[in-house]
Structure formats: C-alpha cells, structure tokens
C-alpha cells in the first residue's frame, strides 16, 4: 500500500542536527537532538486507506483541522443493509504520545479487524505528537474531534459515518492512546460537546514516580515494546517541562488529578496485558475507578506483554487479540 502524505515523520524544529547533539533517543522509534531537530525512522510501513474488497470494511481519510494537520482515517462495514445504526469508537493509537500514526499498518489492520468484528464505525486520530507538541496537545486534538463530530452528526458530509449512532459513542486507545482517551472523558464531563457511553482503556499508559512492583521486577524482552527505560524517555518527551511523572496527565490517582467520581458517567473496559510492566498500574487504576461506583470491567490477558494486539509477533498474540476483540465487541453492543 502506498504512503501517506499525511504521516508525521522528521520534524526541523530549530536547526540540523550535529553530530553527538542526540539528546533522548528510543532505539529505531524516535531520536531528539539539541535545538529541537525530531526523527523518526520509518520503522513502522504506513498505509494507505484502501481496504481489499472482502473484509467488507471501507475506509476514507479526512482532514478536521489542516492549521494543526488533525486528520482522523474513517472505518465502517461496507454492508449498507444493516437494519440499525452502529457504536461509534473515537480510536487513539499508541505510541507514548511520541510516535505512531492512524496509517501505521499495524493500527490500519487492527482497526479494519474491530471494525468487521464489533460490528462498529471507527474514527482513528491522527494527533499532534511530542516532543514538538507537548501534552496537552494531544488531549485538545481529541476534544476538537469531538466537536467536529458533533458538526458532523448534523451536516452528515462524512459517508462513513452516516450508520453511525452518536448516542453509542466510545472512546477508545491503546498505550498513550488509552491515556488520551481517558483525559478527554474527563474533560467531557464539564464541556458536554458529545457523551462518550463508555471508555476502553486498552494497557493504559499511566505512571508515576514511585514505582509498582511489575515496573520493578517484570522481565522483559530486549526488543519489548515498552520498557522502563523507554516509558521514563517518554514521559521525558511528551510532560510540559519541568513536571515529573506525578503529575496527573500521567499519575490519574496524584493529587489535583481529575476526580474519580466523575469518571462515574461512563462505563469502562480496562484491558491489561500479564506481562506488561503497566499491569499493577492499570490493575491499581481499575480497582479505584471502581472504588468510586464506577462500572468498570477489567480483563487480564494472559502470558501477552504491551501492545501485542498490534505486535502480532507469535501465534499466542493473535489468540489473545481475537480475545480482546470479543470483550470489545461485547462491551459496545451492551
């Protein structure tokens, strides 16, 4: 499939990069030099948004906000006969707010899967990324989303969003895309723009300077997708100068964090991977957010590490991803 022009690649903040000026670096993800010069090699191939015929999954790009280059890939079943109109899933991919995109194959894949599968439409954000952008950006990218959506659900000049029930609204991410999801909910309680039903928070990327016995003592791949080293980089990255990893954009239980309580008004499905090093934080998470009345659901898939939905690198992975696919399906059709 052909390239994007819509992919974020090496950003020229304020000069080349010299030699010896790399700052903070992910080994093949992202490299930050002094002055402000961003890479990112293409270790992930993008895609474009033609979907083969028989998935029966059509999907079109479209562009919200071309100051900031907000731009969302649009899925939904190419069955036109469906008798009732379907959930909404506002998707966040992952990438520790520093790297990935909705045309990232992985996440394109992935996508046209829970579309098929849930039975849904799928709006995948393509958001402003750190360190360029900075936290909260991310968040604001998600919130004109939602506005732009609630525009749509009146002009309806979108195709693939006319079977849609903006009533049955999900959010929805994996990683940093789950973070994302989480913190636009919560703005959502007091700027009503649309109503999220529920939120799936897939491995959510939370932190905090004290550390949890699996950051501690889970053992983990040389080429794991997130490692302790890597997630304290991205926090690094992706807070406003100056903040540590307690502050409540990445510790949701820190104080002066949006309330709990209010997270009452959606329901949530928390999927946790056994062997992430998140797992004790998005357990701990779970049963808080609960502790508040809220109706969560918390589903552990077992002997799978972060984001092996979209990894998919052994027969076990896929397994578990059609695992998840049903509890997600399940959750939105509820």
């Known amino acids: 499939m052909a390239t994007m022009s819509l992919s974020q690649r090496s950003t020229h903040f304020d000069q080349q990069p010299k030699t010896g000026s790399v700052v903070e670096e992910i080994s093949g993800l992202i490299r930050v030099h002094k002055g402000g010069y961003v890479e990112r090699p293409p270790i992930v191939p993008h895609a474009s948004c033609m979907v083969p015929s028989g998935l029966e999954v059509v999907a079109t790009d479209v562009m919200i906000n071309k100051f900031t280059n907000l731009w969302a890939r649009v899925y939904a079943p190419s069955n036109r006969s469906f008798s009732s109109k379907r959930p909404l899933v506002v998707y966040f991919h992952g990438g520790g707010f520093c790297v990935g995109s909705a045309s990232w194959v992985c996440y394109h894949d992935f996508l046209i899967n829970l579309t098929r599968d849930a039975n849904c439409v799928v709006v995948s954000v393509n958001y402003r990324l750190a360190p360029e952008n900075r936290l909260p950006a991310a968040y604001d990218d998600g919130i004109n989303v939602m506005i732009w959506l609630a525009q749509e659900a009146s002009k309806g000049t979108v195709s693939g969003l006319k079977g849609c029930d903006y009533s049955s609204i999900y959010l929805a991410g994996d ?55 890597v997630s304290d980089t991205y926090w690094r990255l992706a807070l406003p100068l100056g903040f540590t990893r307690d502050h409540p954009w990445c510790n949701p239980l820190a104080r002066g964090a949006p309330r709990l309580s209010d997270m009452r008004l959606f329901k949530t499905l928390v999927c946790v991977a056994e062997l992430d090093i998140l797992k004790d934080r998005n357990l701990e998470f779970s049963a808080n957010l609960a502790s508040m009345g809220a109706a969560v659901q918390t589903v552990i898939h077992r002997d799978v590490g972060h984001a092996f939905q979209i990894l998919h690198n052994f027969a076990h992975a896929r397994t578990r991803t059609r695992e998840m696919m049903t509890h997600v399906r399940d959750f939105i059709n509820q």
């Open 175 to 229: 990683s940093s895309g789950a973070n994302i999801a989480y913190h636009v909910a919560s703005r959502l309680v007091s700027r009503p723009v649309l109503t999220p039903k529920g939120i799936i928070l897939i491995q959510p990327f939370f932190g905090g300077e004290s550390r949890t016995m699996s950051e501690k003592h889970s053992t983990q791949a040389v080429n794991s997708a997130l490692t302790l080293a």
